[in-house]
């Protein structure tokens, strides 16, 4: 499942929820859920994304620092 940031912003952007509340994992873009642009979108577990954080599960990884701890592993595979 492929990620489009819509409006240029990167997975290190927070987002402010409504209530005042800072998630770091949150990042302006694409919801695919309700196909609009310019949202706070919330990477979950899976690969799956939500535009109501409540809908995740508790998440510490923004996608960047999930691809540096998967890279490694491709490079392990490539040295067989």
Do not use: F, H
Not at 17 to 44: A, F, S
């Amino acid at each position: 499942m492929a990620l489009v940031i819509a409006c240029g912003g990167s997975a290190e952007t927070t987002c402010t929820l409504p209530d005042g509340k800072i998630v770091e994992e949150g990042w302006m873009g694409m919801d695919p859920i309700t196909n609009k642009t310019q949202v706070c979108v919330w990477y979950c577990a899976g690969g799956t994304i939500y535009s109501e954080p409540e809908k995740c599960p508790p998440l510490t990884k923004t996608i960047a620092q999930t691809l540096e701890t998967v890279e490694p592993e491709l490079d392990t595979y490539d040295k067989k």
